[in-house]
């Protein structure tokens, strides 16, 4: 079965990884200054986390899911060009309605499409995609119920932690819980959060950065060897590479060798501010 991958924006993929599999990304929105911009174009990741700490209350970004039919037009593109069925993946619907446009989209293609929701973001998803794609790779005649036991398989063994420099972009988002807003708001405690099946969970409060990186470097060197791992950050890239050398002097024979650095976009840094730090990590 010749299995095509879908996916969105939000799964942070770099360019050479999404060109190697033939992966179909859908843009999502960002709303900046009145202005729509599909995820990636029109302004670029580092313009946009330089500008967003100086903008004032009235004018901050705000997003939008891809429309229907954004997915629409995608997948009859893949199944003109010869894919028996899709494997569209998303962001986690808790999260967003991503996933409920391209679960309205699928109707339209009877059992051509299966709609997964990874419950995850960023490179949580991704991994998630990357997983599907490679069993996808392997060959034509491996089928559709193998490429989501490998999606299942990572999700199982993923890791999705973050370090935020400041809770207020979340808390305008509302997509977290006023109690956790809260509880960063206090003393300017910065908490640690954890996303879980789609949940966004504190796991703990700090008050510099540097203690921040220290949780997150003990987070991530629990539980043995890794297979996957990116380090995330929305505009801080030294503090990502601090964060790496450090990880790299600890425990450089438990990582994989590709680590991916990954400058989050926009659409997810509206909602988690700039200078924030984060991992995507699968357990072998």
């Not at 060109?19 to 174009?41: C, F, M, N, R």
């Not at 891809?66 to 997915?71: L, M, N, V, Y």
């Not at 998803?125 to 490429?147: K, N, R, T």
């Not at 370090?163 to 960063?184: H, W």
Request: hydrophobic share 40%; charged share 20%.
């Amino acid at each position: 079965m010749k299995l095509g991958i879908l996916t969105d924006s939000t799964s942070d993929l770099p360019k050479y990884l999404i060109e190697q599999y033939e992966l179909e990304v859908v843009p999502s929105i960002l709303i900046l200054d009145g202005k729509e911009y599909a995820d990636g174009t029109g302004i670029s990741r580092e313009e946009f986390y330089k500008r967003l700490p100086s903008l004032p209350s009235s004018s901050q970004p705000t997003t939008a899911a891809p429309s229907i039919g954004d997915f629409s037009s995608r997948y009859d593109s893949l199944l003109t060009r010869g894919c028996e069925h899709i494997l569209s993946i998303h962001a986690a619907g808790t999260l967003t309605t991503i996933v409920n446009s391209a679960r309205q989209a699928a109707q339209d293609f009877p059992e051509k499409i299966t709609v997964i929701d990874s419950r995850s973001i960023s490179l949580g998803l991704g991994f998630q995609v990357l997983a599907a794609a490679e069993v996808a790779a392997e060959s034509a005649e491996i089928g559709l119920q193998a490429a989501l036991d490998a999606v299942e398989a990572t999700r199982r063994r993923l890791h999705l932690f973050a370090a935020l420099d400041t809770m207020e972009n979340m808390r305008r988002s509302g997509r977290v819980p006023a109690a956790l807003t809260f509880l960063g708001s206090l003393l300017h405690i910065k908490p640690l959060i954890e996303i879980t099946n789609g949940e966004v969970k504190a796991v703990g409060t700090v008050r510099t950065t540097k203690q921040a990186n220290e949780r997150m470097l003990n987070f991530l060197l629990e539980g043995g060897t890794l297979e996957r791992l990116a380090i995330l950050h929305t505009g801080a890239e030294p503090r990502a590479r601090e964060f790496l050398n450090a990880l790299m002097q600890k425990a450089s024979q438990s990582v994989p060798r590709d680590i991916l650095m990954v400058n989050v976009t926009t659409v997810i840094g509206t909602h988690v501010g700039p200078n924030g730090l984060g991992f995507a990590a699968v357990r072998k």
